[in-house]
């Protein structure tokens, strides 16, 4: 059984997720509570790689949703990026694909955020700045493993 490997990303404005492996039940905790702590900001866009997901089930998509509507809540939006194989079908299937933005690469991901950030300035708390809460968290799901790097 594959593990799910983890890691992040801080820039400007987003946190990038690097994943790959399959997220599904055994895994899904251990994402969500990744997510969780890895995120800086509530108005942060997040964006996930998943160039090297090969797998993902119901509860991978539960967590890609938790995420979506925190997202939606600061004003920020969920990007998945080299979206491919079988997490590509269920979305669509779904129609979930929908309610997230798709990109071919995590760059344009990135591109797409600063430009959301350049036509809207005054949405941004400065970095650092007196501004900066304690970022909301996804409901809790429990303990899981998670690898992280």
Sequence with gaps: MPLLSMHHQHHVG?????????IDLACAPGL????????????????????????????GLRVLLDAFVLAERHGAAVHLTALHGSPARLLAI??????????????IAL??????????????APEGGAAETAPD???DQGPGPAESG
Excluded: C, N, Y
Excluded at 111 to 124: D, E, F, I, M
């Design 111 to 124: 591109a797409t955020v600063a430009g959301a950030a350049a036509a809207a300035p005054h949405l941004r």
């Design 32 to 59: 969500h509570h990744f997510i969780t702590e890895a995120r800086r900001r509530p108005e942060d866009h997040l964006i996930f790689d998943m160039a090297g997901v090969t797998f993902m089930d119901s509860m």
């Design 14 to 22: 987003a946190t990038v997720f690097i994943l790959a492996g399959e």
């Design 94 to 107: 779904t129609g979930l694909d929908q309610h997230f933005q798709l990109h071919s690469s995590t760059g």
């Design 137 to 139: 968290r996804l409901p």
